[in-house]
């Protein structure tokens, strides 16, 4: 079986297509700039899902449902926000076979429609504070698309939550971050810087907006997830007061945060290589294969036996005995390498014989023999162990491509081969990030949480800065 | 706290809409015909996926997801597809700020867009079957919506399903069918009569619906699901062929199947009552609600103490301890009496003394004094006595009132009053149906699978019919 990938070192663009075609995580779709999310793929993210779901739920929020299609004129009551996402909106103009009297478009994000709902549903602090997440698709207009990573119609989750003060607002923003990060860090084994954007990259209609950025194979950065403080912004748009405890009326502080399919093309750009996709064995929708490996079929029937006695006590859902006997094994190692299977088990006639089975490993492809007792338990082990590894190897890349540069044409010269760059960025001034933008194509990442005090002098400017700023080319 | 209930025998539909609003499971929205699904309706929906999609996997199929979006044209490549769902389209004619050369239509449903796709996918017999489901919103303009019922924009799940044979999609199209009944049965707890929906009924491009009909609390039958043979008329409406074992080029065969959030308004509509909302216990996002109740600080303090201390061991999603102090017990019986939560535990500083708890079912009304040794397992064979209950009462209501008619003139008679007819209906007729119709705003639900051989002349035409069929008002 030939995989037909192009290897990183050739054309990353065209490896990172190759591989969500053919390990078949997605698919063009008819309407330019949608995907098709295929069941390998779907699957992840319906692990992704679960998870978060988990984390957003022991963090209090719940889920509710809010409309797809929202007036024009909604999106239009916040200044920011309708001049943010009124370019990327597609438009509802006929319903039923008629003309509809305004306008619907398709959320872009749905701050518009929630905060004119959570109008009728709060009125005084005892309301207070409202945690709500949605799943949901919505749709932003792209010049420039590419599966999973940018898409004119992608699923996400979008929480959106009203508080009593600012500051218990900001404790939310902090919060879920926080949980983003330590979401990416602990399932898809994605290191990442968090910090806060700066007012040119901020969600329109935020008071600030914090992220959770990464660094791909490729040197380029990819934003994995953010969290927006909107301040009073949206409660002033749609006139949403409460009664505070003291008697007074006052408007209501909301946040909102949201993740991605994204998170799928993050994944595939951390870790996958030139044989195919690698799945963090958390978020697999299939952690172990099983290749039985026969030459008649009297060894066939006693190796596939040994396979179904081992695997007794296992979830189904865990594993698969591969006995398809249209395929050679070694095409079967190619096809499950190539899908990102996290761990292979190769069983022969003479493994029997031998009371033990061969575990391949798909992210060092080290191969170890193992008894067959406590067999699920070790499996497990490794599982851990890959999930594990996976994780350390993409921290080591991410810190061993992580520059501290001073100088500007330093920085020029070395953007171009990627990175994270710790660099003195005055972005307080806009005209600093434009230039940076027309003459290196990069941006300021995000003024990290954790930067030491330091001091320099902008590399642009020359203006004193009191940190470093993390600058890159970005997905 | 006045609950505000209208009573079913003063205003069923009043009824029906305050405790949909009142429990704060959905709400309407400023879009026309739209709804936003609170938490409280969201959970429930929440716990239908868990269980459809566990009930899906075990059948063997997989989750993808398909693009919102699908060109105006593809609708028109099946006939009577097009015909059925053109009309009631909700359509984009803009994108990113200009006016798109094809308008797209928000899916109605999936068919098409799925058809052009698997054309992609499907060359042989190896890749059959293909068994494919997806959780989605659709879109379909409505002229008069009604919360859960009939909204232009809901939630649903749809299977798109591919085979080499006739007979196999048949198979698989029975196969869903019922486990949607079981599904209907075992965790609605509401009986249904499961058949086949007459030419005129069935769905637009299927060869033949299959359905399960429910009979609500006001004698009107709700339509809660229904699986479709489709024949080769997406494969050859999408050009979708195979080649076979015998080297043949054959055209695939196709199954659609589906449940929405009408789902909730059935289950709504089956068991509640004038108090307010009835969840059978196994869909319950919230199954037991424990109301400490003291009289002084002190004894606040001991029956708190008391709640916490036997529930423990308890699964936190499974119960809640409403300790709130600015509401007084009978407030809370209420609330949560409305809010439909199977189990209420009381617990009073005379039940400390006792060791003991009253339990108090929110179907039966009945309170159950325990002791708490062993406690956690009587709540859960309380719960799994009101689930039996609900069906048990549910399915005696539909038996006493499915009626054997024999005269049109009686039929008119007692159409108004609601049930399900058992009559003979020539249903080859489309007269028949349309008089029907017509004259008594009724059509035939279903030919039911379990219908004894039975021959009559046709109610309406005299004509010899071999079976009886379901005829009633729906929804």
């Keep these: 079986m030939s995989k037909g990938i192009t290897k990183r070192s050739e054309d990353y663009s065209q490896w990172y297509i190759d591989i969500v075609l053919k390990a078949e995580l997605a698919d063009y779709s008819p309407v330019k700039g949608c995907m098709v999310i295929r ?5 992840i993210w319906e692990n992704i899902q679960k998870n978060l779901d988990r984390m957003f739920k022991e963090t209090g929020h719940v889920n509710a449902y809010f409309p797809l299609l929202i007036p024009e004129s909604f999106l239009k009551k916040e200044a920011e926000h309708v001049e943010g996402f009124a370019p990327e909106c597609a438009v509802v103009t006929h319903g039923g076979g008629k003309p509809l009297e305004e306008p619907l478009v398709i959320r872009p994000t749905s701050e518009t429609i929630i905060w004119a709902t959570y109008k009728d549903w709060i009125s005084s602090y005892r309301d207070l504070p409202l945690l709500i ?23 996400w989750q979008e929480g959106h939550t009203a508080h009593a003060s600012y500051e218990e607002a900001e404790e939310e923003t902090l919060r879920m971050i926080r ?12 290191p990442v810087i968090v910090g806060r954007k700066t007012e040119s990259e901020k969600f329109a209609g935020a008071v600030h907006t914090y992220c959770i950025e990464a660094l791909m194979q490729d040197g380029k950065s990819l934003q994995a997830g953010t969290s927006h403080n909107l301040g009073q912004n949206f409660a002033k748009a749609f006139d949403v007061k409460f009664q505070d405890k003291d008697k007074e009326l006052k408007y209501v502080y909301a946040t909102s945060w949201g993740v991605s399919t994204r998170l799928i093309g993050g994944m595939i750009m951390t870790h996958s290589d030139d044989q195919g996709l690698v799945i963090p064995p958390k978020l697999a929708p299939l ?17 596939s036996e040994f396979a179904r006695n081992i695997t007794r006590d296992w979830d189904p859902l865990f594993y698969k005995i591969d006995d398809r006997d249209q395929y050679k094994p070694g095409y079967k190692f190619n096809e499950w390498e190539l899908k990102g299977v996290p761990l292979r088990i190769e069983i022969g006639p003479r493994d029997i014989q031998n009371q033990q089975v061969v575990l391949v490993r798909r992210d060092t492809a080290e191969k170890i023999t193992l008894g067959i007792d406590n067999l699920k338990e070790q499996v497990q082990n490794t599982l851990v162990d890959i999930q594990n590894n996976l994780f350390k190897k993409a921290k080591e890349r991410t810190e061993a491509n992580t520059f ?7 920085y020029k010269e070395r953007i171009e081969k990627g990175g994270f760059f710790r660099v003195f960025l005055d972005h307080t ?7 940076l933008k027309e003459e290196t194509k990069s941006t300021i990442r995000c003024i990290p949480f954790e930067a030491p005090e330091e001091e320099g002098p902008c590399m642009i400017t020359g203006k004193p800065c009191k940190y470093r700023v993390i600058a890159g080319q970005a997905y």
């Design 404 to 410: 501290t540069v001073d100088s500007y044409d330093e």
């Design 287 to 303: 952690p172990v294969v099983i290749v039985p490996i026969w030459r008649s079929d009297e060894e066939q029937q006693k190796v």
């Design 179 to 190: 949980v983003y990060q330590r979401f990416a860090e602990d399932y898809l084994a994605m």
């Design 429 to 435: 001034n806009p005209e600093v990030e434009q230039r």
């Design 39 to 43: 069941p390998n793929g779907y699957g």
């Design 133 to 155: 997440n949605q799943w949901a698709n919505v749709c932003r207009w792209e010049m420039r698309t590419r599966l999973f990573l940018r898409t004119t119609e992608f699923l």
